[in-house]
């Protein structure tokens, strides 16, 4: 498997993707507004993604296998209100789940968090209904360290969900004060 930036190149394989898949991930994740789902309404989230890029706002991922079929999606978000913090995220197709893509998807993301977008705190969050999706960002050491009631909004109605934490950006909050001490 690749990681490629998101690019306007991959619309026709983004729009087949995600119509394709749009069931299976609107059950345990957010629904899309309904004008995404046309060629128009892709080149116009891909013309926006590429843009928050160049801006240092996000890092968006297209997940393909070896045989150049997109498996899936892996993003990192800055936060608007603390440009130190930021948010990983992905989706996985589901005929590619198990199989590993989502737990090195997140690996790429938490690599480029810290090295690229130089971010000092990792966070996300997973569906309470979503055992899979929270024992990949666990196998990654990220914490769950609190419960958000109505966290999204789906088609089934409203979803609670679980804040994960990623345990080095707990380090790195404090490894600046521990080794900045100066005797009194």
Known sequence: ?????????????????????????ERTIEAREPAFYSLQGVHEHIDEYVQRYHEGMIYPLLIINEQGELMGRANLRRSLNDPRYGFVGYRVGEAYCGQGVASAALKQLIRAGYEQMRLDHLRAFASVSNIASQRVLEKQSFLRCRYVPQHAVTRQGQLDAWEFVH?????RRHWHRWFTLTPD
């Open 1 to 25: 498997m690749r990681f490629e930036l998101l690019s306007e190149r991959h619309a026709q394989a983004l729009l087949a993707f995600e119509e394709s898949n749009q069931a299976w991930f």
């Open 167 to 171: 345990f080095a950006s707990l380090w």
